[in-house]
């Protein structure tokens, strides 16, 4: 089983929908973790951090659960931008080893 | 404020032979951390520095290994390359071990 599993999709979605992506992790010590996206043939970038409590940014919404070791990413109002693979990661309990998930594919159409 | 920067950006090698890649980390940052990127797949984490010291470590073996210099600026370094090692290689900086990396654009490694 991987550290870090993300559900590669693709997903196809029409621009202004709602989209969801879960990532579960399998180190309970586990202590930091990040959405990022990466477009094609580039590097990633920081979407957002992932807090316990929840956090938001704009259309962006990401949750950690540590009783169930996921976390999530919400993106509302979809937008032609937006299509991208997004990777979670997880930072582990000994600060220096960061664990990537695959990514998951999102494509939003017209 | 600079960002994270790699080079060279693309290069091409001959199995058995050895690479240098080289990242600067943004400015105040004290942490970097190296990464292979097969296609497809997800970033795999080769190793961190923090610094100057090997803080953490993939699973990778020996032949890969890194430096970090007193201004954070780091070298990986692949000896006996083999075509498996192919991959888009980045580099990452943080404020410090724990917090969110900042990537550079990342190396493209061809071995044949």
């Known amino acids: 089983r991987k550290e870090v599993e993300q559900d590669p999709g693709p997903f196809n979605v029409p621009e202004g929908a709602t989209v969801a992506f879960n990532c579960t992790y399998s180190?309970?010590?586990?202590?930091?973790f990040f959405w990022y996206r990466q477009d094609c043939r580039k590097e990633p970038k920081l979407l957002m951090s992932?807090?316990?409590s929840g956090n938001e940014d704009g259309r962006f919404t990401a949750q950690l659960n540590r009783a169930s070791q996921y976390i999530s990413l919400l993106i509302r109002d979809s937008k032609l931008s937006d299509s991208a693979t997004y990777l979670c990661?997880?930072?582990?309990?000994?600060?220096?080893?960061?664990?990537f998930g695959d990514g998951t594919t999102l494509t939003v159409k017209p | 404020e600079t960002g994270v920067t790699q080079s060279p950006t693309h290069l091409i090698k001959t199995r058995g032979q050895q690479v240098t890649l080289r990242c600067s980390s943004q400015?105040?940052?004290?942490?970097v951390s190296w990464y292979q990127q097969a296609l497809g797949q997800g970033p795999q984490f080769i190793f961190q520095?923090?610094?100057?010291?090997?803080?953490g470590r993939g699973n990778f073996p020996p032949r890969f290994s890194g430096l970090q210099f007193p201004n954070y600026s780091s070298e990986l370094n692949v000896n006996a390359l083999e075509l498996d090692d192919s991959a888009l290689y980045l580099c990452?900086?943080?404020?410090?071990?724990?917090?969110?990396?900042?990537f550079g654009q990342g190396t493209r490694l061809t071995v044949v």
């Open positions: 180190n309970s010590a586990s202590q930091s």
């Open positions: 990661v997880v930072n582990g309990a000994n600060a220096g080893k960061s664990t």
């Open positions: 520095y923090y610094r100057e010291e090997e803080n």
């Open positions: 400015s105040g940052h004290n942490t």
């Open positions: 992932v807090y316990s």
């Open positions: 990452a900086s943080s404020l410090d071990r724990w917090t969110e990396a900042f």
